[in-house]
């Protein structure tokens, strides 16, 4: 009973530490520039993180814990602009909160994946209590397919992964906002659902997600089909559903990588979208873009820039840049390890703590981690309304 007390007070301190409850704020009539993720960093809603040559490698904070962070500081494009926010926002949590609680050394990949393997190796034998990356996907598949019971925990940074026992997954991806979209339906009395997912082991993981987040409230899936390029077609995706099922009460698409407005517009010219059939999408629909005429008015789960605020003006002051959901998933993972360290001291980093159902709140939201490495999150759900995401609830959540 000790322990579980204990546990639970780790747990709500996380809480406090990883986003002070006195500077939360709230927002309404969300736009999808103003979304976290919503649009690919270096265009619209988001800055490049203006800063000098990337350090090869670095130490922050003199704390008896070790944590290793895993980072693409030297990568061109995308993922280096990423990797350099993520570096910046770690600094600040680091600042904030684990300075004297954490000693943080970060490495960089380069955006490289051999690198990528070789270092993440060396973490995994450094003594490190958390290893904090690294977001190339072949190193973090490495990471999930090694055993031993002295492993350190990981909080994996790679976009759309589905997490590993004691490999967690920290970036939102398309099974969990799927999950989410699909419960908030179902939260209102939907029963019947159709699945469009990507094709492959990523369809199979959002098939499952989508099929628990249900069972909670009572639905269930009449038919879940893959979806993308290898299918045959969207026409022929409409007809295989049609030939399997009537009459759904919502229809989810999950495709992946592969634009959902030409399904979307075969389920309307199939009369399959009537007034009393919900349309709901997936985070990665932002990818693609929202103004498509066919896709207005379905339904998405997905983070909210409001969350960040507590942040933001720090940061700002901090790096002269705006901050993104990089800068989150950055102060977030260093946070979340500050709080466990304040909280438990060293031995606080278990499979138990870091996967206690109470979950825990950042500048993401409030978050958890299953024991099978998947990141469930509570976010906003919101509806396409003129090309625009308009937030209709403020949280929702599969599980």
């Excluded at 009393?276 to 693609?288: A, F, K, P, Q, T």
């Amino acid at each position: 009973m000790r322990g579980l007390k204990r546990l639970r007070q780790a747990a709500l301190l996380v809480l406090a530490l990883a986003l002070p409850l006195d500077l939360g704020a709230c927002q309404s009539g969300t736009s999808s520039e103003d979304v976290l993720g919503s649009a690919t960093d270096g265009q619209k809603g988001s800055q490049s993180a203006s800063v000098g040559p990337a350090k090869s490698s670095e130490s922050l904070g003199k704390g008896p814990v070790k944590v290793s962070m895993l980072l693409p500081l030297s990568a061109g494009g995308t993922a280096g602009d990423r990797g350099r926010k993520m570096r910046d926002a770690a600094a600040l949590a680091m600042a904030d909160l684990g300075n004297d609680l954490l000693t943080l050394n970060i490495e960089d990949t380069g955006g490289d994946e051999n690198r990528a393997r070789t270092l993440t190796t060396g973490a995994l034998a450094s003594g490190a209590k958390l290893v904090i990356g690294p977001s190339e996907q072949g190193a973090v598949r490495q990471l999930a397919a090694v055993s031993g019971t002295n492993r350190p925990l990981v909080l994996a940074l790679a976009d759309n992964y589905a997490g590993a026992p004691g490999v967690y997954s920290v970036r939102l991806n398309e099974a969990d906002s799927a999950a989410a979209g699909a419960a908030a339906i179902a939260a209102k009395g939907a029963r019947k659902f159709v699945l469009f997912m990507a094709e492959g082991e990523t369809g199979k993981t959002i098939e499952k997600r989508v099929a628990n987040s249900l069972s909670i409230y009572g639905a269930s899936l009449a038919v879940a089909l893959p979806f993308g390029p290898a299918g045959g077609g969207s026409e022929k995706a409409v007809a295989d559903m049609m030939a399997l099922v009537s009459d759904p009460q919502a229809i989810v698409i999950a495709s992946g990588s592969t634009n959902p407005a030409p399904l979307v517009s075969a389920l309307r010219a199939k009369g399959m979208l009537g007034k009393n059939v919900s349309l709901i999408g997936s985070s990665r629909w932002l990818e693609h873009g929202i103004n498509d005429p066919a896709l207005q008015g379905a339904y998405i789960a997905t983070l909210d820039a409001a969350e960040i605020g507590p942040i933001a003006d720090r940061f700002r002051k901090a790096y002269n840049y705006e901050p993104d959901v990089n800068v989150a998933y950055g102060y977030d993972t260093v946070a979340l390890a500050a709080g466990i360290a304040s909280a438990m001291g060293p031995k606080g980093f278990t499979k138990k703590v870091i996967e206690n159902p109470t979950g825990f709140r950042g500048s993401t939201g409030v978050f958890r981690f299953r024991d099978d490495g998947a990141g469930e999150r509570a976010m906003p759900f919101f509806r396409i309304d003129d090309g625009k995401l308009k937030q209709v609830e403020k949280s929702t959540s599969g599980f």
